[in-house]
């Protein structure tokens, strides 16, 4: 098991920036592989980001190239989503997951890929 803790959702108007954080409990943070994931009402969920387990391999969804930067620090059990010029479109609730990899640089971008999951926290961007 590895629990996941998402914070730092909120309000924001479009233009606006958030930072969200996830924190995993446990020793073996390293060997996890990192995602980000969000779902809007109706929708399904959606990928956004993945770290690899030493962060050099980052990977977007193509919706948030260039507005959004995933990171870790690996010393903090904690993955990071920093959110720039926001969107209403960009409105969901977005998860952390972590998966187990023999490799440190991979990374994976679909929701069937990934064993564990945070309970969500929610972004709103008002127009």
């Known amino acids: 098991q590895v629990p996941l803790v998402e914070s730092g959702g909120g309000l924001v108007q479009a233009g606006g920036s958030l930072r969200l954080s996830c924190a995993a409990s446990?020793?073996?943070?390293?060997?996890?592989?990192m995602g980000w994931f969000r779902q809007a009402p109706g929708k399904e969920r959606e990928f956004v980001a993945s770290v690899s387990r030493n962060g050099a391999t980052i990977y977007y969804a193509d919706s948030v190239k260039g507005r959004f930067t995933a990171s870790r620090d690996n010393t903090k059990n904690t993955v990071y989503l920093q959110m720039n010029s926001l969107k209403p479109e960009d409105t969901a609730v977005y998860y952390c997951a972590a998966r187990a990899s023999t490799s440190s640089t991979y990374i994976y971008v679909t929701v069937e890929d990934y064993l564990y999951w945070g309970q969500g926290t929610q972004v709103t961007v008002s127009s």
């Open positions: 446990g020793r073996t943070f390293s060997g996890y592989v």
